[in-house]
């Protein structure tokens, strides 16, 4: 099966990795990015589309020229100001798909410790969460909500903590239960999503170093 990707989210740090694990298997993909982004994707195989994720129209004009079998969402902000970016910009994403009838499927990162993992985390790991990642973890928990919802079908990563530090090839993944290390790079998150993509995985999986 030929694959047509398209990533969201593609200049944040996870989402240049995710554009640089696809560069190195040979599949061509689409990389929206916000307008100024353009810069930071430099990998050979990358098609750029600027547009703004929370405008939906920017999100129809990326559609119309090309046939997606994939939807990667990794998106992010370091802004404050900027709330519920990952649930709001997923949802539009969906919406459009369902507005145009387009059966894609959509990979999103997400989080350990959302929704059902929630259980998994150890009290420690709960504590921490509601500390420092509270705003964080209820926007990823509204992103899963909708991506459940969509026609085309879904599989949701959800990483421990990610780390900028090079790959290395051994990413443990489960479906339940507490994860045996807390962090994880966010190269192999890449090399995990694209791999669990090119296999038809769908559900939730967590992963860890």
């Known amino acids: ?11 944040g ?12 298997l040979n599949i061509k993909h689409t990389a929206f990015v916000r307008k100024g982004s353009e810069s930071k994707i430099k990998t050979p195989l990358t ?36 709330l519920n970016i990952r649930s709001n910009g997923t949802r ?14 959509i990979h999103i990162i997400s989080a350990h410790g959302v929704r059902e993992s ?21 926007d990823h928990d509204l992103q899963e909500k909708a ?13 421990v903590a990610l780390k900028n530090t090079p790959g290395t090839g051994k990413i443990h993944s489960q479906t339940e239960g507490s994860l045996p290390s807390g962090e994880i790079s966010r190269a192999d998150v890449a090399k995990y999503l694209v791999a669990s993509l090119l296999e038809g995985k769908d559900g939730a999986s967590s992963i860890c170093k």
């Not at 750029?48 to 992010?76: M, P, R, W, Y």
């Not at 991506?147 to 990483?159: D, M």
Request: aromatic letters at 6%; a neutral charge; proline letters at 2%.
């Open 1 to 11: 099966m030929d694959h047509k990707i398209i990533v969201f989210g593609a200049s």
């Open 118 to 138: 929630w259980d998994s985390l150890r009290w420690y790991e709960k504590l921490l969460s509601n500390l420092f990642l509270g705003k964080t973890m209820k």
């Open 13 to 24: 740090n996870t989402g240049i990795k995710i554009c640089e694990e696809l560069n190195s």
């Open 92 to 105: 539009n994403i969906i919406e459009v798909l369902k507005s145009n009838a387009i059966s894609s499927k």
């Open 47 to 82: 098609e750029v589309v600027q547009g703004d994720v929370l405008n939906k129209t920017d999100i129809q004009n990326a559609f119309k020229t090309e046939s997606h079998t994939d939807i990667i969402v990794a998106l992010g902000s370091r802004d404050l100001k900027v």
């Open 147 to 159: 991506v459940i919802t969509n026609p085309g079908g879904y599989h949701i990563v959800r990483p």
